[in-house]
């Protein structure tokens, strides 16, 4: 049964994405491209096209406080092939960078990410520049939640959020409860909703009220539902929303054993607690339930150019698979799909105590 | 285009109707269809009002029914409160205190006299005079009366009720307020681009309204007329002051995006 849904996921992968087996790698390249994008209009390529060293660099950019971020970034895009360095020095790759740039225009994963593309080229590089001169940059930020608004509604999230309800169970989760974790500004419960034909009970659940109001204001229209006329998921029976403790001091606001599912779509890596998270999505979990996980994964704990980027715009870092396998365990939770380096479905066992 | 409909009305029963949709109508209707998969069609029955959403087939999927006040009453004594329309609105429209008996008609441009159509404007109904209909729609002592349009269907009918009742919570004397009012008339004027978007624009009219820099990011996804009332704000005073440089179709913009622009950070109140 298993093999046949990823047989099913992969097969919708290829005809959208067109590379099955580079989508992790893709992701890496990417935000390799925002950060030179970022680089770019700081002027800091310009500076790179002869050796320099990291001191050289940090007084370009000048007062920064954050040395080890600055590494960190400096290391991430070397192993993308961006940067050479070699005894302590940095020089731009323009191979790479002149690579990079034309799959912009004309790789349909690049182009699903345009908006963050798009929000290096407008602030993003001044964000880079106060979080390594020590701001503290927040997720939530009016510039990071435009950036993820519009990045949200692209076909390539919609693609992935099908997979991740593929491999949590397919059209089997009509009828049942399930927590939308990180519903985000709405596009996200309207592709469950219209994926399940608006047969199941939905609570979707976010740490900001600004997001969830935006969420719930969010218009249910088109061929696709069942309405007479458009109307706001609020007032759609079967959808109901929470809003969530940001720093996860307090449990999440549902009983415990209360849904059939967990659906978790590029949130985990966001949070600085990522074990909180997934410790209340195994206690609302009912026997037997699942836990869908789409978070990007790396295979060590080499730093990237995803965990660089999340870290400037004010989320953790991502993980490792290993790393997220051991979250659901501690969790009590059972790893039964790990796809693609960045989905990973777990279920609650029909015996747990937990 | 013609279509047949079989419909069910809560007060005659089941009813067959024949409609012609021609022109602008038909384009509207079309355009409906497209948007939400049903589009309204309407019949007078008399004394109330028949609303059909049909399908792409041509099948009923909802009714709704309303009542229609056809009787002229008595004039009272009303007293108009002079005013200046602040922008150039096509729809005619009266705003009114029902406790004062006070009206402003700066927007009213028919020969159908306010004081004809007021004493109806007790509660919120549909008021048919002069072969013209007439919504009025009631918050608290305010009343905003509007002369239907060619197109109007009940949602947008429920749509400016629940715009007036946002406007009320900020201001309970639309009367003596000609901004609230401009923002009223400009969004009747584009009536299809309202959404429940717009409580707080009301609350917000006398506060500084600043535009911070992920509107960079986010112009790129808005109509341009938006674009550039945002690019405006962050050199006026008030939020009020910026919609009174703006043409009707950028006030519409803005009441129609302002919840999402508010929530993801774009603009900012001070």
Redesign the interface.
């Known amino acids: 049964m298993l093999m046949v849904r990823k047989f099913r996921c992969a097969m919708k992968l290829l005809r959208n994405v067109n590379s099955l087996l580079s989508v992790s790698r893709l992701g890496r390249m990417v935000n390799a491209l925002a950060l030179v994008i970022g680089l770019d209009k700081l002027g800091l390529l310009a500076l790179l096209e002869s050796p320099r060293s990291i001191e050289e660099i940090a007084a370009f950019i000048g007062d920064v406080k954050r040395q080890a971020f600055l590494e960190e970034l400096l290391k991430a895009l070397v192993n993308e092939g961006v940067l050479d360095g070699s005894n302590g020095l940095f020089r731009v790759n323009k191979a790479t960078v002149k690579k990079l740039y034309s799959m912009r225009g004309s790789h349909p994963f690049f182009k699903g990410a345009e ?1 963050l593309l ?2 290096f080229e ?2 993003m590089y ?1 964000i880079l520049v106060e979080v390594l001169r020590g701001a503290s940059f927040d997720f ?4 990071v ?3 993820f ?2 990045q949200n509604s692209s076909p390539a999230y919609k693609i992935g959020r099908e997979i991740l309800l593929e491999l949590g169970g397919g059209k089997n989760l009509k009828g049942k409860c399930i927590l939308d974790l990180g519903c985000g ?1 709405g596009v996200e419960p309207l592709t469950i909703l219209e994926y399940l034909d608006f047969d199941c009970h939905l609570i979707c659940a976010d740490f900001f009220s ?2 969830v ?2 969420c719930m ?1 969010t ?1 249910v ?3 696709s ?1 069942p ?4 109307k ?1 998921l609020k007032d759609l029976d079967n959808v109901e929303f929470v809003v969530l403790d940001p720093s996860m001091n307090t449990p999440f606001p549902l009983p415990d054993e209360s849904v059939d599912s967990v659906f978790s779509f590029q949130l985990l890596h966001w949070s600085s607690y990522p074990q909180r998270i997934i410790n209340e999505c195994a206690r609302v979990l009912r026997k037997g339930g699942t836990l869908m996980i789409a978070t990007p994964l790396k295979d060590d704990n080499e730093t990237t150019t995803i965990d660089v980027v999340v870290k400037a715009s004010g989320g953790n870092r991502i993980y490792t698979e290993s790393e997220l396998s051991a979250f659901m365990e501690e969790a009590g939770l059972e790893v039964y799909c790990s796809f693609l380096s960045n989905f990973m479905v777990a279920r609650k066992p029909n015996n747990s105590r937990k | 285009m013609k279509l047949k409909v079989k419909a069910s009305c809560n007060v005659c029963g089941d009813v067959y109707h024949e409609v012609d949709l021609k022109g602008e109508r038909l384009s509207w209707f079309n355009d409906q269809l497209k948007k939400s998969g049903v589009a309204p069609v309407s019949w007078d029955h008399g004394d109330h009002i028949l609303v059909v959403y049909v399908d792409k087939r041509g099948s009923a999927r909802a009714s709704y029914t309303y009542p229609v006040v056809k009787t002229r009453l008595a004039k009272q004594n009303w007293r108009r409160v002079k005013a200046k329309a602040l922008v150039d609105s096509n729809v005619n429209m009266l705003f009114a205190n029902w406790n004062n008996k006070l009206y402003c008609d700066s927007y009213w441009r028919l020969a159908t006299e306010p004081e004809e159509v007021l004493p109806h404007a007790d509660t919120a109904r549909i008021a048919s005079l002069d072969g013209r209909e007439f919504w009025i729609l009631s918050s608290g002592a305010n009343r905003m009366i509007i002369a239907r349009m060619l197109g109007w269907h009940r949602d947008f009918f429920q749509a400016m009720q629940e715009l007036l009742t946002q406007a009320t919570l900020a201001e309970p004397d639309i009367v003596g307020n000609p901004v609230v009012q401009a923002v009223l008339a400009s969004i009747a004027s584009t009536p299809f681009f309202y959404t429940s978007n717009s409580a707080s624009v009301f609350s917000d009219l006398n506060k500084r309204v600043k535009a911070t820099r992920a509107a960079l990011l986010a112009k790129h996804s808005l109509n341009g007329e938006l674009a550039l009332l945002i690019d405006s704000l962050n050199s006026h005073d008030t939020l009020k002051d910026a919609l009174l440089s703006a043409t009707p179709r950028q006030i519409s913009l803005l009441v129609k995006y302002y919840r999402t622009l508010k929530n993801t950070g774009v603009l900012k109140a001070v």
């Open positions: 908006y798009a929000g407008e602030f001044e939530v930020s009016p510039e939640a435009t950036l608004y519009l500004f600004n997001v109001d935006e204001h218009m229209e088109g061929e539902t309405l007479p006329a458009p706001p």
